[in-house]
């Protein structure tokens, strides 16, 4: 699994990618804070990096604050992507 800042993850299987969004809510009853991750299914990674800029972005107000959430973003997705490169080269170098 692939985490991508605090809010979502990635997984696959042989025909899909699958985001995952974490949502917090609480409990009508106790009021305590119960954490959900609900998912959506992707046939590509592009169609997935497009939900989570969609999903980061939608709360813009004008086209400053959007351009600041879209490089917010594409910053949350570079660390993600560096973050796997960085394990599968310890893996690679743990098998030398």
Do not use: C
Request: hydrophobic share 35%.
């Amino acid at each position: 699994m692939i985490t991508v800042g605090e809010n979502y993850r990635l997984k696959s299987d042989s025909h899909q990618w699958i985001l995952q969004v974490r949502r917090v809510g609480k409990n009508p009853k106790t009021k305590e804070e119960i954490e959900n991750w609900n998912n959506s299914y992707h046939p590509n990674i592009i169609q997935v990096a497009n939900k989570i800029v969609e999903f980061e972005t939608r709360e813009a107000n004008d086209w400053a604050e959007l351009l600041v959430k879209i490089n917010e973003s594409a910053t949350l997705l570079a660390n993600a992507i560096n973050k796997v490169l960085e394990e599968d080269t310890e893996q690679i170098v743990d098998r030398e």
